[in-house]
């Protein structure tokens, strides 16, 4: 059964980088058959996805246009897990952040989910 | 943003049925699979239908999904009070080439 445990700040000044990590259990993160996604969700925003990080033969990775600009999501093997960098943020970045797994394709479902950590952008 | 339209919110009495509806395009609904989620208050969402009408082990057969064009549906039957939750559809957007979602559902019992 795969397992996702989140761990970051819940407090970030603005115009500073947020990053969340996200410890993966049961699944290995340079498994061929998955790919790891970061998520957000708030009132105003609903949910967004935000990007994916996945290994077919080597590594790629995927971004919602919206903060193309300001993300990166990297992998470290050696912890087994898979992190969240958003630089920039304004307090339009106060969300509740989720890490995901999609199994098999990579249009395929979310599951499971992290636990959720909420992120607030405020001086 | 979200780009899949749901209705904010349904409500019906204990033992009935609702339908839940979920509109995109031909982009994400009407060419890949619709997922859908149901989210209690302070939890992470949890999956309750893959593949359009597929349902994970462990969810209760009162769910069922179904697609048609570029819509799909949530039909949850013989409602009871611990179902009161929120429900978004997500799908795979071929233009955006991002997951889409759907702007959530809330469902009451009365």
């Known amino acids: 059964q795969v397992q996702l445990q989140q761990s970051g700040p819940g407090l970030v000044k603005p115009s500073q980088t947020l990053s969340l990590t996200c410890a993966i259990s049961?699944?290995?993160?340079?498994?061929?058959?998955?790919?790891w996604n970061w998520i957000r969700q708030s009132p105003s925003r609903g949910l967004e996805w935000l990007g994916r990080?996945?290994?077919?033969?080597?590594?790629?990775?995927d971004y919602a246009i919206s903060v193309k600009s300001r993300i990166t999501i990297n992998s470290d093997t050696s912890k087994n897990q898979f992190s969240l960098h958003l630089t920039s943020v304004t307090p339009e970045d106060t969300a509740v952040y989720y890490c995901?797994?999609?199994?098999?394709?990579?249009?395929?479902?979310?599951?499971?989910w992290g636990q959720g950590t909420t992120v607030i952008v405020s001086s | 943003q979200s780009v899949l339209t749901q209705p904010p919110s349904v409500s019906e009495a204990p033992r009935q049925r609702v339908t839940i509806s979920c509109s995109g395009s031909?982009?994400?609904?009407?060419?890949?699979?619709v997922h859908w989620y149901q989210q209690f208050p302070g939890e992470a969402p949890k999956l309750l239908i893959y593949?359009?009408?597929l349902l994970p082990s462990g969810v209760s057969d009162r769910f069922s999904g179904s697609k048609s064009g570029t819509s799909a549906s949530l039909a949850i039957s013989g409602l009871q009070s611990e179902d009161e939750a929120d429900y978004f559809c997500?799908?795979?957007?071929?233009?955006?080439?991002?997951?889409?979602f759907g702007t959530g559902t809330k469902v009451t019992v009365l």
């Open positions: 995901t797994r999609v199994g098999g394709n990579l249009g395929n479902w979310f599951d499971p």
């Open positions: 049961g699944d290995s993160v340079s498994s061929n058959g998955a790919a």
């Open positions: 990080t996945y290994y077919r033969s080597r590594w790629h990775t």
């Open positions: 031909s982009s994400n609904i009407g060419n890949n699979a």
């Open positions: 593949y359009d009408d």
């Open positions: 997500a799908a795979w957007d071929d233009t955006l080439n991002s997951y889409v």
